[in-house]
């Protein structure tokens, strides 16, 4: 069973940042891809960042430029910096992970961007 637990969320003005974290029960090496999702009020989740085993990333157009995904491997960790904060960023941000072919989430973490 694989677990991932988020941290990092928040209360934020616009124009500031902050860093997500989601720390995997197993060795992320099992698991690709790794990502971030994020869902707002009256929203659909929808995908925010995404990054492979090989490093390659995807964004979406929303927050390219602005977040940055990595992953730790010696940690099984994979962060979501977020910089130049908006109040359209605020959501609940979700990480995700696939194994085979099964999805995993963490619980969740709230980040609020105020303007």
């Known amino acids: 069973q694989v677990q991932l637990v988020e941290s990092g969320g928040g209360l934020v003005q616009a124009g500031g940042s902050l860093r997500l974290s989601c720390a995997a029960s197993?060795?992320?090496?099992?698991?690709?891809?790794m990502g971030w999702y994020r869902q707002a009020p009256g929203k659909q989740r929808e995908l925010v960042a995404a990054?492979?085993?090989?490093?390659?990333?995807n964004y979406a157009d929303s927050v390219r430029g602005r977040f940055t995904i990595s992953r730790d491997n010696a940690k099984n960790t994979v962060y979501l910096q977020m910089n130049s904060l908006k109040p359209e960023d605020t959501a609940v941000y979700y990480c995700?992970?696939?194994?085979?072919?099964?999805?995993?989430w963490g619980q969740g973490t709230q980040v609020t961007v105020s303007s």
């Open positions: 995700w992970g696939k194994v085979a072919l099964k999805n995993y």
């Open positions: 197993v060795s992320i090496f099992s698991i690709s891809p």
């Open positions: 990054i492979g085993s090989s490093g390659s990333t």
